[in-house]
């Protein structure tokens, strides 16, 4: 065996499996330290960097969670019709900011603040309005009913959102309740990308004999988009090996990872390699998953660097399991593997022994409300409409030799990455 590196294994007995590649990844990555902070509206899917405590209850005053009449129980007699004159209206932003005296109530809608000395809240539906009173009968009022308490929802001094959350929607709601108007997040990952092969033409010119249009790029910069980065794209690349360097070196002086796609094999056109090992550090080529085997990790003057296979399917395989865990970890993020669902497979499934399998498959619900996974017609790793008409992984692992029919198989959705 031609040994290359301590840990770069190239007898495919000894590829190193996922796990070991992310465990050598995760030792190799650290979060960017940079931090900026945005108005709250800019903050959409971007990291969080500090914990944020609240300087207020939310909500901020007792208030009604019905429209209805407020008052307090000490007026309501102990058997037959009790009558309440009404004082005023307490709405929502206009409370009714008198005290309530014997006898009175107040007509309150919701969100409106409960007048002070009141301690409950009937529904409307629940009295009958007279002009200017109004008529509960017995038995229809709880003591304390639908009234809602300073910090029901969040207390003062309480952490809201803590430091390395991905900022969702409600997060930003949540952040809106407590008064927040900037946010401190983490500065945006800078990651520059480029294909190679002689073979690719750009969009929008004429394909000659042996040609075909770039598609991994635009795999890339939907999938480096969609996680928040500040995508660079650096264009194709001929599979020269002195090109390659000097794109390399480039990409290295202006981000923080570098990714390329193709030319990570070991045929005569292949020089991702070669390039590696002259101008960075090579850690680890090739691991036990199908499809992306040919998968480079490395780095070039402190940045990462991962060299993914050129076959389209691979590129988003690799995208998905290795180089999105390392970006998020880097952008400050959360890691957290993917959920796994069973299904029972829709049909029969071949496999070889030795790597884990991320075959692509449409994961539905049957009319007995079974989970059932049908995997695309094509598995092969230049098919890359098998990604976009599926949604999700079957996932076999490397000791599997295929799967029977109504057989139970792990699943993961597309929609988790
Ligand atoms: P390679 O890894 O360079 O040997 O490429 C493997 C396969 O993927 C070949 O069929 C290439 O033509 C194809 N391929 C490489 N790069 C791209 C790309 N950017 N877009 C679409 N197909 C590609
Ligand atoms: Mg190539």
């Known amino acids: 065996m031609n040994r290359i590196d301590p840990c770069v294994k190239s007898d495919s007995s000894e590829l190193l499996s996922l796990d070991q590649a992310l465990e050598q990844i995760f030792a190799s990555v650290k979060p960017v330290t940079g931090k900026q902070t945005l108005n ?8 969080i960097a500090e914990d944020i ?4 209850n939310i909500p901020p005053h007792r208030n009604s969670s019905m429209d209805g009449y407020a008052f307090n129980t000490r007026d309501i007699v102990t058997s037959g019709l009790s009558n309440l004159t009404v004082a005023g209206t307490s709405w929502a932003g206009k409370p009714y900011s008198k005290s309530l005296s ?3 109530c107040v007509r309150i809608f919701t969100g409106a603040a409960v007048p002070e000395n009141a301690d409950t809240v009937i529904m409307q539906e629940d009295i009958k309005r007279f002009d200017d009173s109004i008529e509960i009968p017995f038995g229809s009022v709880k003591a304390g009913e639908n009234l809602r308490f300073p910090g029901d929802d969040v207390a003062k001094g309480q952490k809201v959102v803590s430091s390395g959350k991905r900022l969702r929607a409600e997060d930003l709601g949540v952040l809106a309740s407590i008064g927040q108007l900037t946010v401190p997040v983490t500065r945006k990952l800078r990651v520059a990308f480029f294909s190679t092969g002689d073979e690719l033409r750009t969009l929008g010119r004429h394909l000659e004999y042996g040609e075909i249009y770039d598609s991994n790029r ?3 910069y939907g999938l480096l988009e969609s996680l ?6 650096m264009g194709a690349i001929p599979d020269n090996l002195e090109e390659i360097k000097t794109v390399l070196t480039e990409a290295a002086g202006v981000s923080d990872v570098i990714i390329s796609t193709g030319g990570a094999s070991v045929g005569e056109a292949d020089f991702l390699f070669q390039a590696l090992k002259a101008i960075g550090k090579i850690k680890f080529w090739k691991i036990a998953i199908k499809p992306g085997k040919p998968l480079l990790f490395g780095n070039i003057n402190g940045q990462s660097y991962f060299g993914l296979p050129g076959n389209p399917v691979s590129v988003a395989v690799t995208f998905h ?3 999105s865990p390392a970006l998020k970890l880097m952008m400050g993020d959360k890691y957290q593997s993917p959920l796994t669902i069973k299904a029972r497979c829709g049909s029969i499934l071949t496999k070889a022994m030795g790597r884990q399998e991320f075959q692509r498959g449409l994961l539905e619900r049957e009319e007995n409300g079974e989970l059932i996974v049908n995997p695309f017609r094509s598995q092969g790793s230049h098919v890359l409409s098998s990604m976009s008409q599926s949604n999700c992984y079957i996932v076999l692992p490397e000791e599997s030799t295929g799967v029977r029919k109504g057989e139970y198989v792990d699943v993961e959705l ?3 990455f």
């Open 40 to 47: 709250l509206k800019d903050c959409l899917d971007r990291i």
């Open 53 to 56: 405590e609240s300087g207020v």
């Open 102 to 104: 014997p006898g009175q």
């Open 218 to 220: 635009y795999t890339l």
């Open 228 to 233: 928040g980065v500040d995508a660079l794209d």
């Open 321 to 323: 399991k290795v180089v």
């Open 414 to 416: 597309f929609a988790t």
